[in-house]
Protein backbone atom coordinates (compact mmCIF):
# COMPACT_ATOMS: atom_id res chain seq x y z
CA UNK A 1 0.00 0.00 0.00
CA UNK A 2 1.26 3.63 -1.08
CA UNK A 3 1.72 5.78 1.53
CA UNK A 4 1.99 9.31 0.72
CA UNK A 5 4.05 12.41 2.65
CA UNK A 6 3.51 15.84 1.45
CA UNK A 7 6.16 18.01 2.10
CA UNK A 8 6.84 21.48 0.88
CA UNK A 9 10.17 22.49 -1.35
CA UNK A 10 10.13 26.11 -0.71
CA UNK A 11 10.22 28.14 1.94
CA UNK A 12 6.79 27.22 2.84
CA UNK A 13 2.85 28.60 1.53
CA UNK A 14 3.46 26.55 -1.32
CA UNK A 15 0.51 25.84 -1.71
CA UNK A 16 -0.27 22.46 0.40
CA UNK A 17 -4.06 22.87 1.72
CA UNK A 18 -5.71 22.13 -2.08
CA UNK A 19 -3.59 19.41 -2.62
CA UNK A 20 -3.57 17.48 1.22
CA UNK A 21 -6.64 18.03 1.02
CA UNK A 22 -7.31 16.71 -2.50
CA UNK A 23 -5.04 13.81 -1.33
CA UNK A 24 -6.79 13.15 2.22
CA UNK A 25 -10.50 12.23 0.62
CA UNK A 26 -7.91 9.33 -1.12
CA UNK A 27 -6.98 8.88 2.41
CA UNK A 28 -8.28 6.72 5.62
CA UNK A 29 -5.36 8.35 8.02
CA UNK A 30 -3.94 11.77 8.16
CA UNK A 31 -0.86 12.48 10.51
CA UNK A 32 0.81 15.82 10.99
CA UNK A 33 4.85 14.97 12.00
CA UNK A 34 6.47 17.98 12.48
CA UNK A 35 5.58 22.44 13.33
CA UNK A 36 2.97 23.74 14.90
CA UNK A 37 0.36 26.06 14.93
CA UNK A 38 3.36 28.18 12.95
CA UNK A 39 1.19 26.60 10.08
CA UNK A 40 -1.73 27.78 8.07
CA UNK A 41 -3.55 25.52 5.71
CA UNK A 42 -7.01 27.19 3.92
CA UNK A 43 -9.16 24.03 3.24
CA UNK A 44 -12.41 24.79 0.89
CA UNK A 45 -14.82 21.64 1.44
CA UNK A 46 -18.18 22.05 -0.35
CA UNK A 47 -18.11 25.74 -0.46
CA UNK A 48 -17.24 26.14 3.00
CA UNK A 49 -13.55 27.20 4.39
CA UNK A 50 -11.73 26.02 7.26
CA UNK A 51 -8.35 27.53 8.56
CA UNK A 52 -6.60 24.73 10.20
CA UNK A 53 -2.99 25.43 12.24
CA UNK A 54 -2.46 22.64 14.43
CA UNK A 55 -5.13 20.12 13.48
CA UNK A 56 -4.47 18.05 10.60
CA UNK A 57 -6.51 18.73 7.62
CA UNK A 58 -7.96 15.10 7.63
CA UNK A 59 -10.52 16.82 10.34
CA UNK A 60 -13.13 18.53 7.75
CA UNK A 61 -13.64 15.04 6.39
CA UNK A 62 -15.98 12.59 7.52
CA UNK A 63 -14.68 9.06 8.82
CA UNK A 64 -10.47 9.81 8.49
CA UNK A 65 -8.65 9.56 11.44
CA UNK A 66 -6.45 12.60 11.91
CA UNK A 67 -3.20 12.55 14.09
CA UNK A 68 -1.03 14.79 15.48
CA UNK A 69 2.50 13.22 16.03
CA UNK A 70 5.09 13.26 18.61
CA UNK A 71 7.05 15.74 15.83
CA UNK A 72 4.85 18.83 16.70
CA UNK A 73 4.67 21.07 18.99
CA UNK A 74 1.50 21.56 20.49
CA UNK A 75 -0.06 24.39 22.37
CA UNK A 76 -2.65 23.23 23.96
CA UNK A 77 -5.27 26.18 24.91
CA UNK A 78 -4.94 26.74 20.67
CA UNK A 79 -5.81 23.40 20.25
CA UNK A 80 -8.66 23.82 22.26
CA UNK A 81 -10.07 26.78 20.67
CA UNK A 82 -8.98 25.67 17.02
CA UNK A 83 -11.10 22.50 17.86
CA UNK A 84 -13.84 24.93 19.09
CA UNK A 85 -13.89 26.89 16.25
CA UNK A 86 -14.00 23.99 13.82
CA UNK A 87 -16.83 22.40 15.83
CA UNK A 88 -18.97 25.46 15.24
CA UNK A 89 -18.22 24.87 11.44
CA UNK A 90 -20.22 21.92 11.63
CA UNK A 91 -17.40 19.54 11.71
CA UNK A 92 -17.27 16.71 14.45
CA UNK A 93 -14.27 16.20 16.26
CA UNK A 94 -14.12 13.34 18.74
CA UNK A 95 -11.21 11.11 20.06
CA UNK A 96 -12.23 8.64 17.33
CA UNK A 97 -11.30 10.89 14.70
CA UNK A 98 -8.34 12.86 16.46
CA UNK A 99 -5.16 11.15 18.48
CA UNK A 100 -2.25 12.97 19.27
CA UNK A 101 0.74 11.20 20.21
CA UNK A 102 1.29 10.87 23.77
CA UNK A 103 4.83 12.26 23.65
CA UNK A 104 4.46 15.10 22.07
CA UNK A 105 5.94 18.02 23.88
CA UNK A 106 3.25 21.18 24.91
CA UNK A 107 3.94 24.50 23.68
CA UNK A 108 3.48 26.78 27.19
CA UNK A 109 2.91 30.73 27.43
CA UNK A 110 6.60 31.29 28.39
CA UNK A 111 7.59 29.52 24.91
CA UNK A 112 5.52 32.11 23.51
CA UNK A 113 6.91 35.03 25.38
CA UNK A 114 10.02 33.81 25.09
CA UNK A 115 9.93 34.02 20.98
CA UNK A 116 8.61 37.36 20.80
CA UNK A 117 10.97 38.96 23.33
CA UNK A 118 13.79 37.43 21.25
CA UNK A 119 12.12 38.79 18.32
CA UNK A 120 12.06 41.87 20.05
CA UNK A 121 15.23 42.59 21.00
CA UNK A 122 17.81 43.40 17.99
CA UNK A 123 18.19 42.63 14.38
CA UNK A 124 21.15 40.63 15.01
CA UNK A 125 18.80 38.01 16.85
CA UNK A 126 15.80 38.39 14.85
CA UNK A 127 14.38 35.37 12.61
CA UNK A 128 10.71 36.96 11.96
CA UNK A 129 9.24 33.96 13.27
CA UNK A 130 5.71 33.51 14.00
CA UNK A 131 6.06 34.21 17.50
CA UNK A 132 4.45 31.39 18.34
CA UNK A 133 6.91 29.84 20.62
CA UNK A 134 7.22 26.79 18.18
CA UNK A 135 11.46 27.54 18.42
CA UNK A 136 11.71 27.59 22.04
CA UNK A 137 9.36 24.36 23.13
CA UNK A 138 11.24 22.26 20.63
CA UNK A 139 14.58 23.54 22.20
CA UNK A 140 13.20 22.26 25.52
CA UNK A 141 12.76 18.91 23.70
CA UNK A 142 15.87 18.48 22.88
CA UNK A 143 17.09 20.07 26.47
CA UNK A 144 14.81 17.54 28.15
CA UNK A 145 12.83 19.63 30.16
CA UNK A 146 9.85 19.61 28.03
CA UNK A 147 5.95 18.78 29.40
CA UNK A 148 4.81 16.44 27.27
CA UNK A 149 0.98 15.43 26.96
CA UNK A 150 1.34 11.91 28.54
CA UNK A 151 2.97 14.20 31.83
CA UNK A 152 -0.42 15.97 31.97
CA UNK A 153 -2.22 12.46 33.44
CA UNK A 154 -0.30 12.81 36.91
CA UNK A 155 -0.14 15.24 39.34
CA UNK A 156 3.04 14.68 40.68
CA UNK A 157 4.66 14.31 37.12
CA UNK A 158 3.47 17.79 36.28
CA UNK A 159 4.41 19.68 38.92
CA UNK A 160 8.14 18.26 38.82
CA UNK A 161 8.40 18.53 35.03
CA UNK A 162 7.21 22.42 35.66
CA UNK A 163 9.89 22.92 38.11
CA UNK A 164 12.43 21.30 35.67
CA UNK A 165 11.66 23.58 33.45
CA UNK A 166 11.36 26.62 35.50
CA UNK A 167 14.87 26.24 36.73
CA UNK A 168 16.18 26.98 33.09
CA UNK A 169 13.32 29.69 32.12
CA UNK A 170 13.21 31.55 34.90
CA UNK A 171 17.29 32.39 35.00
CA UNK A 172 16.36 33.40 31.14
CA UNK A 173 13.73 35.48 31.88
CA UNK A 174 16.00 37.25 34.44
CA UNK A 175 18.58 37.61 31.74
CA UNK A 176 15.80 38.93 29.34
CA UNK A 177 14.33 41.63 32.54
CA UNK A 178 10.83 39.48 32.51
CA UNK A 179 9.00 38.30 35.65
CA UNK A 180 9.45 34.67 36.88
CA UNK A 181 6.74 32.24 35.68
CA UNK A 182 3.72 31.84 38.53
CA UNK A 183 4.57 28.52 39.03
CA UNK A 184 1.45 27.53 40.76
CA UNK A 185 -0.95 29.44 38.44
CA UNK A 186 0.39 27.23 35.47
CA UNK A 187 0.10 24.33 37.17
CA UNK A 188 -3.33 24.95 37.85
CA UNK A 189 -3.99 26.24 34.27
CA UNK A 190 -2.46 23.02 32.76
CA UNK A 191 -4.24 20.78 35.27
CA UNK A 192 -7.58 22.22 34.03
CA UNK A 193 -6.82 21.97 30.37
CA UNK A 194 -5.67 18.47 30.90
CA UNK A 195 -8.62 16.70 30.11
CA UNK A 196 -9.42 18.32 27.05
CA UNK A 197 -5.75 17.18 25.78
CA UNK A 198 -5.79 13.66 27.22
CA UNK A 199 -8.99 11.90 25.41
CA UNK A 200 -7.07 12.83 22.47
CA UNK A 201 -4.06 10.84 23.55
CA UNK A 202 -2.27 7.49 22.21
CA UNK A 203 0.55 5.38 21.33
CA UNK A 204 0.16 6.53 17.64
CA UNK A 205 3.38 4.84 16.53
CA UNK A 206 0.98 1.45 17.44
CA UNK A 207 -2.10 3.38 16.00
CA UNK A 208 0.03 3.33 12.76
CA UNK A 209 1.13 -0.03 12.67
CA UNK A 210 -2.11 -1.05 13.19
CA UNK A 211 -3.32 0.59 10.65
CA UNK A 212 -0.80 -0.60 8.14
CA UNK A 213 -1.54 -4.05 9.09
CA UNK A 214 -5.25 -2.98 8.18
CA UNK A 215 -4.50 -2.11 4.67
CA UNK A 216 -4.81 1.71 5.37
CA UNK A 217 -4.01 4.41 3.35
CA UNK A 218 -1.80 6.78 5.43
CA UNK A 219 -1.08 10.54 4.39
CA UNK A 220 1.83 12.26 6.30
CA UNK A 221 1.09 16.23 5.92
CA UNK A 222 4.05 17.71 6.57
CA UNK A 223 4.17 21.96 7.23
CA UNK A 224 6.51 24.78 6.07
CA UNK A 225 8.94 24.07 3.63
CA UNK A 226 12.37 22.44 3.53
CA UNK A 227 14.34 25.46 2.74
CA UNK A 228 12.97 26.13 6.23
CA UNK A 229 14.14 22.76 7.65
CA UNK A 230 16.71 23.00 11.18
CA UNK A 231 19.82 20.65 8.87
CA UNK A 232 18.81 21.50 5.82
CA UNK A 233 17.51 25.42 4.78
CA UNK A 234 19.54 28.82 5.60
CA UNK A 235 20.32 28.20 9.07
CA UNK A 236 19.63 30.37 11.11
CA UNK A 237 16.25 31.82 9.33
CA UNK A 238 14.36 28.53 9.43
CA UNK A 239 12.00 26.92 11.62
CA UNK A 240 13.31 24.48 14.52
CA UNK A 241 12.03 21.61 13.08
CA UNK A 242 12.87 19.26 10.74
CA UNK A 243 10.73 19.76 7.70
CA UNK A 244 11.77 17.40 5.03
CA UNK A 245 10.15 13.64 4.47
CA UNK A 246 12.61 11.81 6.62
CA UNK A 247 10.88 13.34 9.50
CA UNK A 248 7.67 11.54 8.39
CA UNK A 249 8.77 8.68 10.21
CA UNK A 250 11.03 10.15 13.62
CA UNK A 251 7.54 12.51 14.10
CA UNK A 252 4.99 9.90 14.14
CA UNK A 253 6.70 6.61 14.99
CA UNK A 254 5.51 4.86 11.53
CA UNK A 255 8.83 3.25 10.20
CA UNK A 256 10.80 4.21 7.22
CA UNK A 257 9.38 1.49 5.09
CA UNK A 258 5.99 3.10 5.52
CA UNK A 259 6.55 5.82 3.33
CA UNK A 260 5.42 4.74 0.05
CA UNK A 261 5.40 8.48 -2.35
CA UNK A 262 7.04 11.75 -1.55
CA UNK A 263 5.19 14.55 -3.03
CA UNK A 264 6.77 17.74 -3.11
CA UNK A 265 4.92 20.96 -3.59
CA UNK A 266 6.24 23.40 -5.95
CA UNK A 267 4.47 26.85 -6.52
CA UNK A 268 5.34 28.32 -9.81
CA UNK A 269 7.75 31.03 -8.59
CA UNK A 270 9.57 31.28 -4.95
CA UNK A 271 8.20 33.13 -1.93
CA UNK A 272 9.66 33.58 1.79
CA UNK A 273 7.94 35.25 4.89
CA UNK A 274 10.24 36.50 7.69
CA UNK A 275 14.25 37.23 7.28
CA UNK A 276 16.86 35.18 5.68
CA UNK A 277 18.58 34.64 2.18
CA UNK A 278 16.75 34.41 -1.11
CA UNK A 279 18.23 34.28 -4.22
CA UNK A 280 15.78 35.30 -6.80
CA UNK A 281 14.04 37.50 -4.90
CA UNK A 282 12.40 40.69 -6.48
CA UNK A 283 12.29 44.12 -5.48
CA UNK A 284 11.03 45.31 -8.65
CA UNK A 285 7.32 45.30 -10.39
CA UNK A 286 7.55 41.74 -11.34
CA UNK A 287 8.11 41.20 -7.67
CA UNK A 288 4.82 43.71 -6.57
CA UNK A 289 2.99 41.74 -9.92
CA UNK A 290 3.37 38.12 -8.41
CA UNK A 291 2.61 39.47 -4.54
CA UNK A 292 -0.72 40.85 -5.68
CA UNK A 293 -1.83 37.96 -8.56
CA UNK A 294 -0.85 35.20 -5.95
CA UNK A 295 -2.20 37.07 -2.77
CA UNK A 296 0.74 36.87 -0.86
CA UNK A 297 -0.09 37.20 2.51
CA UNK A 298 0.79 34.76 5.52
CA UNK A 299 -2.64 32.53 6.66
CA UNK A 300 -0.72 32.77 9.71
CA UNK A 301 0.25 35.86 10.47
CA UNK A 302 -1.02 37.87 7.39
CA UNK A 303 2.79 39.50 6.84
CA UNK A 304 3.00 40.29 3.09
CA UNK A 305 5.67 37.27 1.25
CA UNK A 306 9.05 38.53 -0.61
CA UNK A 307 8.60 37.19 -3.97
CA UNK A 308 10.92 36.01 -6.88
CA UNK A 309 11.57 34.15 -9.62
CA UNK A 310 11.37 30.19 -9.81
CA UNK A 311 14.29 28.67 -8.48
CA UNK A 312 15.06 25.31 -9.78
CA UNK A 313 18.46 24.86 -8.29
CA UNK A 314 17.17 25.21 -4.76
CA UNK A 315 14.54 22.65 -5.42
CA UNK A 316 16.67 20.55 -6.97
CA UNK A 317 18.44 20.49 -3.54
CA UNK A 318 14.97 20.21 -1.64
CA UNK A 319 13.77 17.29 -4.13
CA UNK A 320 17.11 15.49 -3.06
CA UNK A 321 17.30 15.84 0.51
CA UNK A 322 13.44 14.78 0.80
CA UNK A 323 13.66 11.94 -1.57
CA UNK A 324 10.95 13.49 -3.53
CA UNK A 325 8.94 11.29 -6.14
CA UNK A 326 7.11 13.67 -8.06
CA UNK A 327 5.83 17.08 -7.55
CA UNK A 328 2.46 19.14 -7.46
CA UNK A 329 3.24 21.98 -9.25
CA UNK A 330 1.06 25.49 -8.19
CA UNK A 331 0.16 28.68 -8.73
CA UNK A 332 0.74 28.37 -12.86
CA UNK A 333 -1.87 30.57 -13.03
CA UNK A 334 0.02 33.28 -11.42
CA UNK A 335 2.40 33.76 -14.29
CA UNK A 336 -0.49 34.65 -16.67
CA UNK A 337 0.78 37.66 -18.77
CA UNK A 338 4.66 37.80 -18.25
CA UNK A 339 6.06 38.59 -21.58
CA UNK A 340 8.95 37.12 -20.44
CA UNK A 341 9.82 34.63 -17.44
CA UNK A 342 12.77 33.69 -15.59
CA UNK A 343 14.24 30.48 -13.57
CA UNK A 344 17.18 29.92 -12.00
CA UNK A 345 19.23 27.75 -13.20
CA UNK A 346 22.21 27.62 -10.41
CA UNK A 347 25.02 30.62 -9.00
CA UNK A 348 27.51 32.25 -10.04
CA UNK A 349 30.14 32.57 -6.54
CA UNK A 350 33.21 34.29 -6.70
CA UNK A 351 33.27 33.62 -10.86
CA UNK A 352 32.35 29.78 -10.22
CA UNK A 353 29.16 28.18 -11.30
CA UNK A 354 27.81 26.28 -8.44
CA UNK A 355 24.76 23.87 -9.04
CA UNK A 356 23.49 24.27 -5.46
CA UNK A 357 23.54 26.55 -2.62
CA UNK A 358 26.16 26.99 -0.12
CA UNK A 359 26.19 25.89 3.26
CA UNK A 360 28.43 28.59 4.26
CA UNK A 361 26.16 31.99 5.07
CA UNK A 362 28.66 34.84 3.33
CA UNK A 363 29.11 32.40 0.04
CA UNK A 364 25.32 32.19 0.52
CA UNK A 365 25.31 35.83 0.29
CA UNK A 366 27.53 36.13 -2.80
CA UNK A 367 25.47 34.08 -4.74
CA UNK A 368 24.27 35.54 -7.78
CA UNK A 369 21.23 33.77 -9.42
CA UNK A 370 22.33 32.32 -13.33
CA UNK A 371 18.85 32.82 -15.12
CA UNK A 372 17.78 31.31 -18.15
CA UNK A 373 14.75 33.16 -19.94
CA UNK A 374 11.53 31.67 -21.66
CA UNK A 375 8.75 33.38 -22.75
CA UNK A 376 5.95 33.55 -21.31
CA UNK A 377 2.27 33.41 -22.65
CA UNK A 378 -0.41 36.19 -22.69
CA UNK A 379 -3.54 33.85 -22.58
CA UNK A 380 -5.12 32.29 -19.32
CA UNK A 381 -3.93 28.88 -17.57
CA UNK A 382 -6.65 29.68 -14.62
CA UNK A 383 -8.52 26.61 -14.42
CA UNK A 384 -6.88 24.25 -16.97
CA UNK A 385 -7.93 20.89 -16.39
CA UNK A 386 -6.08 19.05 -19.03
CA UNK A 387 -2.82 20.00 -20.79
CA UNK A 388 -4.48 20.62 -24.08
CA UNK A 389 -5.99 23.60 -22.24
CA UNK A 390 -2.77 25.38 -21.94
CA UNK A 391 -0.90 27.67 -23.94
CA UNK A 392 2.17 25.84 -25.56
CA UNK A 393 4.33 27.90 -24.04
CA UNK A 394 3.12 27.19 -20.36
CA UNK A 395 3.94 23.79 -21.14
CA UNK A 396 7.11 24.58 -22.32
CA UNK A 397 7.85 25.91 -18.70
CA UNK A 398 6.68 22.75 -16.87
CA UNK A 399 8.72 20.60 -18.83
CA UNK A 400 11.84 22.96 -18.18
CA UNK A 401 10.81 23.14 -14.33
CA UNK A 402 10.90 18.84 -14.92
CA UNK A 403 14.04 18.98 -16.68
CA UNK A 404 16.06 21.57 -13.90
CA UNK A 405 14.60 20.07 -10.84
CA UNK A 406 15.53 16.34 -11.98
CA UNK A 407 11.99 14.98 -11.01
CA UNK A 408 8.73 14.79 -12.53
CA UNK A 409 5.14 16.96 -12.32
CA UNK A 410 2.55 13.92 -10.64
CA UNK A 411 -0.23 17.12 -10.25
CA UNK A 412 -0.26 20.72 -11.79
CA UNK A 413 -2.95 23.11 -9.74
CA UNK A 414 -4.33 25.96 -11.74
CA UNK A 415 -6.71 27.41 -9.70
CA UNK A 416 -7.62 27.42 -5.85
CA UNK A 417 -10.74 25.23 -7.08
CA UNK A 418 -10.00 21.50 -6.13
CA UNK A 419 -10.90 20.30 -10.03
CA UNK A 420 -8.41 22.63 -11.26
CA UNK A 421 -5.99 19.86 -11.40
CA UNK A 422 -4.57 17.84 -14.16
CA UNK A 423 -3.84 14.98 -12.69
CA UNK A 424 -0.35 12.73 -14.26
CA UNK A 425 0.33 10.69 -11.32
CA UNK A 426 -1.71 9.22 -8.46
CA UNK A 427 0.43 9.56 -5.58
CA UNK A 428 -1.69 6.68 -3.33
CA UNK A 429 -1.78 4.17 -7.14
CA UNK A 430 -0.34 1.56 -5.80
P1 LIG B 1 8.83 29.90 13.51
O1 LIG B 1 8.48 28.60 12.84
O2 LIG B 1 7.64 30.63 14.06
O3 LIG B 1 9.93 29.74 14.53
O4 LIG B 1 9.44 30.87 12.39
C1 LIG B 1 10.71 30.59 11.77
C2 LIG B 1 10.67 30.95 10.29
O5 LIG B 1 9.79 30.05 9.62
C3 LIG B 1 10.15 32.35 9.96
O6 LIG B 1 10.84 32.82 8.83
C4 LIG B 1 8.69 32.11 9.61
O7 LIG B 1 8.18 33.12 8.76
C5 LIG B 1 8.80 30.78 8.89
N1 LIG B 1 7.56 29.99 8.94
C6 LIG B 1 7.06 29.30 9.96
N2 LIG B 1 5.91 28.67 9.63
C7 LIG B 1 5.69 28.98 8.33
C8 LIG B 1 4.68 28.61 7.39
O8 LIG B 1 3.75 27.85 7.68
N3 LIG B 1 4.80 29.14 6.14
C9 LIG B 1 5.85 29.94 5.78
N4 LIG B 1 6.82 30.31 6.63
C10 LIG B 1 6.75 29.83 7.89
Same mark, same amino acid.
Given at each position: ?27 ? &? ?12 ? =?????? &? ?23 ? /? ?38 ? /? ?44 ? !? ?36 ? =? ?7 ? &? ?18 ? !? =? ?36 ? &? ?14 ? /? ?48 ? /? ?70 ? !? ?6 ? =? ?18
Amino acid at each position: MANVVVVGAQWGDEGKGKIVDWLSERAD &VIARFQGGHNAGHT =LVVGGE &VYKLHALPSGVVRRGKLSIIGNGVV /LDPWHLVKEIAGIREQGVEITPETLMIAENTPLILPFHGE /LDRAREAQNSVAKIGTTGRGIGPAYEDKVGRRVIRVADLGDARTLE !LRVDRALVHHNALRAGLGLDPVDRDALIEDLRAIAPEI =LQYAAPVWK &VLKDKRRAGRRILFEGAQGA !L =LDIDFGTYPFVTSSNVIAGQATTGTGAGPDAVGFVLGI &VKAYTTRVGEGPFPTE /LHDDDGQRLGERGHEFGTTTGRKRRCGWFDACLVRQSCAISGVTGIALTK /LDVLDGFETLKICTGYELDGVRMDYLPTAADQQARCTPVYEEMPGWSQSTEGARSWADLPAEAIKYVRRVEE !LIECPVAL =LSTSPERDDTILVTDPFAD
